[in-house]
């Protein structure tokens, strides 16, 4: 019998052989370029002083031929850089930290439910059941009005939780930042469901007296996303107004919109949503690119609202006693999934590396012509980002995507941390996460983050953002009391 021949499988480790494509693919341009340059070093080295000399001499220029192409190259450059978006900085963030009196501990949640619920069994036991499974610990918090039996979401209340979780977050930023109210140029608040008049906005502007031509804008009902779209809407602003600085605040105000009522589609955000903000400084400044944490890549944005599902999948409404309340739809998951193949889809040209963008290719043109039922090839996002900041939504969510992106438990600790400690904060929740990673130490200068988020409409954003510089670990902010403690453990069902 011939010899048979070697596995190569076993005999070859696969990971270096796509190590080694990979490191092909990408810098091919560099691999042709510098042999032919070398040539050409080479070539003109073996000419003798009197052959160059003869060469140049050879080439006949003129004053207006030389004053041409001056002028050429200088038009040129002119246009491009006039041309250029101007890079856009995050300076730095704060987030808001609740006090300690606004704790709900399981046990203190399932109480007040019972209380409040002691007419319906079954919508307790649904709480109940939820909240086993939600990921979430025991430190999360809800506003005070939300403690009272039965709670009491007056609008005095919800204006009292909302400068809170605002002034508090942006007295921390102007500490850390040194900004003074009066160099703010633009101020963006995002909150989804508490829209009062005057606007929160305004809130702001009256609290630390802002100058009156300050370009101002307050985002509502836009769902747990609308962190990222304030982002995308300053981004565009800075672009246009030149010297700026841009304030975004995102949060989301509990107090008017704990539901009270039976519907078990609506009693689920009862038992995800918590207390939370953030604000954050952006400028276009070029005096703040030494000090600045990050420099804004991409903003990707994806809506799937022309679909009647997906535009009804989370959905404000009454139920059938006329109390308010959020309808979260069974296709919550299927509809999120398809918003973030799209997302992803324009996502990625951006930012894989060529050699996962040919891999990709080639696999797509192998099932349109050979077999359709050829695998599809995922691409290794991991190639393109070092850290992942994923929506705290819920558990299922983070599961899904750690799952779809092929992400490793570390790529998805922070997300998962930060639900358990602080719970879903909505579209500040992506704050949180990034400040996880900061307080472990892990942010290094050059290191990518993408940021995705999903919300209302439906909608699906990511931002991504690349790190200005290794980032010392904070000594204050919403983990550094508790950092030393996780990672922990976070079991599948914890029995109540």
Same mark, same amino acid.
């Given at each position: 019998m011939p010899p048979m021949l070697p596995d190569f499988s076993n005999s070859v480790k696969l990971k270096y052989v796509k190590l080694g494509y990979q490191y092909l693919v990408n810098h091919i341009i560099t691999l042709t370029l510098v042999p032919i340059m070398l040539g050409v070093s080479i070539e003109i080295l073996r000419l003798g002083p009197q052959e160059i000399l003869n060469l140049w001499n050879s080439?006949?220029?003129?004053? $207006?031929?030389?004053?041409?192409?001056a002028f050429l190259i200088i038009f040129v450059a002119t246009v491009y850089f006039m041309s250029k978006p101007r890079t856009i900085y995050l300076v730095d963030y704060a987030c808001f930290k609740p006090p300690v009196t606004c704790r709900v501990p399981f046990a203190t949640f399932m109480e007040h439910s019972r209380l409040i619920l002691k007419n319906n069994p079954k919508s307790v036991e649904f709480q109940m059941r939820i909240l086993e499974r939600s990921g979430l610990g025991e430190e999360t918090c809800?506003?005070?009005?939300?403690?009272?039996? =039965?709670?009491?979401? /007056?609008m005095e209340a919800a204006r009292g939780e909302a400068e809170l979780v605002i002034f508090s977050a942006m007295d921390s930023l102007f500490k850390k930042t040194g900004l003074k109210p009066?160099?703010?140029?633009?101020?963006i608040v995002n909150c989804s469901l508490f829209s009062p008049t005057p606007s929160l906005s305004a809130m702001v502007i009256n609290k630390y007296k802002l100058r009156s031509n300050i370009k101002s804008f307050n985002l509502s009902g836009m769902g747990c996303s609308a962190g990222l779209i304030s982002i995308d809407l300053a981004r565009d602003l800075l672009q246009v107004h030149p010297n700026s600085n841009a304030v975004v $605040?995102? /949060?989301?105000?509990? /107090? #008017?919109?704990y539901y009270q009522g039976n519907e078990r589609a609506m009693l689920l955000p009862n038992c995800l949503f918590r207390?939370?903000?953030?604000?954050?400084?952006?400028?276009?400044?070029?005096?703040?690119r030494r000090r600045a944490k990050y420099r804004l890549v991409h903003v990707v944005r994806t809506h799937k609202g022309a679909d009647d599902k997906a535009y009804r999948c989370v959905f404000e409404e009454e139920d059938k006693e006329g109390k308010v309340g959020i309808s979260l739809s069974k296709d919550l998951m299927a509809i999120a999934g398809e918003a973030l193949k799209s997302n992803i889809t324009t996502m990625g040209p951006l930012v894989l590396p060529a050699s996962e963008q040919l891999l990709f290719l080639l696999t797509l043109i192998g099932r349109?012509?050979?077999?359709?039922?050829?695998? =599809?090839?995922? #691409?290794?996002?991991?190639?393109?980002?070092?850290?992942?900041?994923?929506?705290?939504?819920?558990r299922a969510v983070i599961d899904e995507l750690q799952k779809n992106l092929q992400l490793s438990t570390e790529h998805v600790e922070a997300s998962r941390m930060t639900l358990h400690r602080f719970g879903n904060t909505s579209s500040s929740s992506l704050w949180y996460e990034l400040n996880y990673i900061e307080s472990k130490g892990r942010m290094k200068k050059g290191d990518r983050v993408w940021q995705i988020?999903?919300?209302?409409?439906?909608?699906c954003n990511s931002a991504v953002w690349k790190c200005n510089k290794t980032i010392k670990t #904070?000594?204050?902010? #919403?983990?550094?009391?508790?950092?030393?403690?996780?990672? $922990?453990?976070? =079991?599948?069902?914890?029995?109540?």
């Open positions: 080439l006949h220029f003129n004053l $207006v031929q030389i004053l041409c192409s809800l506003p005070p009005a939300i403690h009272y039996i =039965p709670p009491k979401p /007056t009066k160099d703010i140029d633009i101020l $605040v995102s /949060t989301e105000i509990i /107090t #008017p919109n207390m939370g903000g953030a604000a954050i400084l952006l400028s276009n400044r070029r005096s703040e349109k012509i050979f077999n359709p039922k050829w695998k =599809p090839y995922i #691409p290794d996002f991991k190639q393109a980002f070092e850290h992942f900041c994923i929506h705290a939504g819920g988020a999903f919300g209302s409409g439906f909608k #904070p000594i204050d902010g #919403p983990w550094a009391d508790c950092i030393d403690r996780y990672p $922990v453990h976070i =079991p599948e069902i914890v029995k109540l």
